[in-house]
């Protein structure tokens, strides 16, 4: 086992590292060659059969429906499909309306979870098209789906998923490119910019990997506290939730993820002296909301950690009380930087506190009983 974590303390530090690896690897082979589309071989669909994909529904569990998140906004951005996001146990039980024309999504890391897998049945019987991103070739999710997107992230043993969570969201970003050049709503030049911006994310996560002792300290504060909050607007609050989830798994701090802009709807009352937030800031045409947001907590108390795009550390810098900066990217392509620094937090924190960090109190990698 020391020989397989080749130098790490523990498997999720590994695989958090193994992270700028895991975007290359699944990046290759699905550019063309001169970086201005993207190709998915893998996908059976023809033009017309995309063109007349009317709904998506994305559905999966635990940190692979937050992945489904953040695709929410990438398909509905890029392709302008309606998309609606699922938890598989929610979705199998709640008759969704599934008809020839919904392309349904699946997302899953093992591909053997059960709830999943049910769902893409049930998906199945109502005549839907089955869509499948999951890290195992071979896997029942990827057998049963019609066409299949493997992520390359290589295994990932640690309970808490980090690595194939970002393989994910780079897997959604081709796709969401994909399904937008053949239904025509964005142009080569947009789709090259894209690629662009997506040919830096393995650098700028290194980046971000190199300020891994910024963050260990930032944990060992976090550590000595029993709730908090994270908070966040659009694909932000997505990566907050994720950030959340990331915490509670390994660390068992107890934590929110709220959109920033519901606060004052009622978990406002929860905040008192010391109690810290982290906050994801990265949304150009956000900043103002998310900092009014921000300054309503600091007034109760709280002790704000920002994590903001390169550029705006001085406006947000005024108002928070800790300052991390994430390297300048497109927007829409935040999300694979910003919840590096929150798996590291999350990683410190459960050290920090003595658990074991791989193998989690009551959590299992794979859940294949319902
Ligand atoms: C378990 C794991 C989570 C994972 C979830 C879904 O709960 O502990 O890390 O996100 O299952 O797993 P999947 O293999 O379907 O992505």
Do not use: W
Request: glycine share 6%; aromatic share 6%; net charge negative.
């Amino acid at each position: 086992e020391t020989a397989e974590k080749a130098g790490f303390d523990h498997f999720m530090l590994k695989e958090i590292f193994e992270q700028p690896k895991a975007y290359r690897n699944t990046m290759m082979g699905r550019i063309s060659d001169d970086g201005r589309s993207v190709e998915l071989k893998e996908i059976g669909m023809t033009a017309e059969q995309i063109r007349g994909i009317r709904k998506v529904h994305i559905v999966a569990c635990g940190t692979a429906f937050h992945a489904g998140l953040v695709g929410k906004t990438v398909i509905e951005d890029l392709a302008r499909i309606p998309v609606e996001t699922d938890v598989a146990s929610e979705y199998r039980y709640r008759s969704p309306i599934i008809t020839p024309d919904t392309l349904v999504i699946v997302v899953s890391q093992s591909g053997e979870t059960a709830d999943t897998l049910a769902a893409l049945r049930e998906a199945k019987r109502h005549g839907a098209r089955v869509l499948a991103i999951t890290n195992v070739v071979g896997s029942s999710v990827a057998r049963e789906a019609d066409d299949v997107i493997i992520t390359q992230a290589g295994p990932e043993i640690a309970v808490a998923s980090t690595k194939a969570y970002t393989s994910q969201l780079i897997a959604f970003y081709l796709l969401g490119l994909y399904l937008a050049q053949n239904v025509g709503t964005r142009d080569e030049a947009y789709v090259t910019d894209v690629l662009m911006a997506m040919n830096e994310l393995p650098e700028q996560v290194e980046r971000i990997l190199d300020s891994a002792d910024v963050l260990k300290q930032i944990a060992e504060s976090v550590a000595k506290h029993n709730n908090l909050f994270f908070i966040g607007r659009g694909v932000d609050f997505a990566v907050a939730q994720e950030g959340s989830l990331k915490l509670k798994e390994i660390s068992y701090i107890h934590s929110e993820a709220y959109p920033a802009g519901e606060l004052k709807h009622g978990t406002l009352a929860l905040i008192e002296e010391d109690i810290p937030v982290i906050s994801v800031i990265t949304q150009e045409g956000l900043y103002e909301k998310t900092l009014s947001n921000i300054k309503e907590v600091k007034a109760r108390g709280a002790h704000v950690l920002a994590l903001v795009n390169a550029g705006h550390e001085e406006e947000v810098g005024k108002s928070v009380d800790e300052l991390f900066s994430i390297p300048k990217t497109l927007p829409i392509l935040a999300p694979a930087l910003s919840v590096v620094p929150l798996q590291l937090i999350a990683y410190y924190a459960s050290l920090a506190r003595g658990n074991d960090v791989d193998k989690p109190r009551n959590l299992a990698k794979s859940v294949t009983v319902e």
